[in-house]
């Protein structure tokens, strides 16, 4: 893809699924890779793979609540880089939910805390290099309970919560050479979904069943499009929401 080749991005989450394939997609367009994750052994283990494979990675534990982590993840790339061209703010959790009245204040603020503000941290963190930089390009996670009432009361308001972020940062930066988009993937094969399906196999099932596609998307199948998204390929695609989920909020 157009534009990568020898940039330079950060990831969060990068140490499992979503964030683990577009790292490894990231390094094969040949960027060096700034992995950020709360969870080392996942981290070091994907900086391992971009290693072995001949690319460029560093991993550095990172804690999205936590906004010294942020700082230190960005200064990780310019310390080991040089600078900062690409990010997917992608780090998040899924919990169970009530229904909206039922929630007790604890479980609502660390889903905002991890979903949405830690988004807003990495953003606060990410913008002004990019801006020192001349420009880049940013994608953030967010889900089909972004842009539906699919998943729980939350996780949805987070989630819609990062679209909102990706927007406003698009009409704030346009001028300073940065794109921001959002990736809403469907459901998709990862330690996440696989938790969740052990749980409760049969509700997976029913979802599975209700998917167009005819099943769970394949974590490289986001990856693929946030790496898009950073690409010179989608130099005019900006603030969009792009809903990567085999068809299932078509119906
Ligand atoms: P995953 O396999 O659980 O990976 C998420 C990674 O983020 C894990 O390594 C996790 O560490 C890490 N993490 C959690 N809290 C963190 C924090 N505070 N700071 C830094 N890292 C943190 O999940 P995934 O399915 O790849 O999900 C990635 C993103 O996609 C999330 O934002 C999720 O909401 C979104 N998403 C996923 C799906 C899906 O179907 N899988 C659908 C829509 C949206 P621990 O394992 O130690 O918690």
Redesign the pocket.
Same mark, same amino acid.
């Given at each position: 893809m157009k534009g990568i080749q020898d940039g330079v991005a950060v990831v969060?989450?990068g140490?499992?699924?979503?964030?683990r394939q577009s790292s490894l997609r990231f390094a094969d367009e040949g960027a060096k890779v700034v992995v950020?994750? *709360?969870?080392a052994d @996942?981290g070091h283990e994907t900086a391992e793979i971009i290693e072995s494979d001949g690319g460029d990675a560093t991993f550095v534990e990172?804690?999205?609540?936590d906004s010294d982590d942020v700082a230190a993840m960005v200064q990780t790339a310019l310390d080991e880089y040089g600078g900062l061209d690409f990010a997917h703010n992608?780090?998040?959790?899924?919990r169970e939910g009530s229904r909206l009245a039922d929630y007790d204040e604890d479980e609502w603020d660390q889903m905002i805390d *991890?979903?949405l503000k @830690?988004v807003w941290r990495c953003l606060k963190a990410e913008i002004p290099e990019m801006t020192e930089r001349g420009g880049g390009a940013i994608v953030n996670?967010s889900?089909?309970?972004g842009v539906s009432a699919n998943g729980s009361a939350h996780y949805a308001a987070s989630?819609h919560g990062v679209i909102g972020l990706t927007r406003r940062a698009t009409v704030d930066y346009a001028d300073d050479g940065i794109r921001f988009n959002a990736v809403c993937?469907?459901?998709?094969d990862?330690?996440?979904?696989q938790q969740a399906g052990e749980d409760n196999t049969e509700e997976l099932e029913r979802i599975t069943a209700g998917i167009p596609a005819g099943r769970l998307g394949d974590?490289q199948e986001i990856a693929d499009t946030v790496v898009w998204l950073c690409s010179e390929e989608a130099s005019y695609v900006m603030g969009q929401p792009i809903v990567i989920d085999g068809g299932l909020l078509v119906q």
């Open positions: 969060t989450g140490g499992s699924g979503i964030g950020a994750d *709360v969870d @996942g990172t804690d999205v609540t992608n780090a998040g959790i899924a *991890v979903n @830690g996670t889900s089909v309970a989630k993937p469907g459901v998709i990862t330690p996440m979904v974590p």
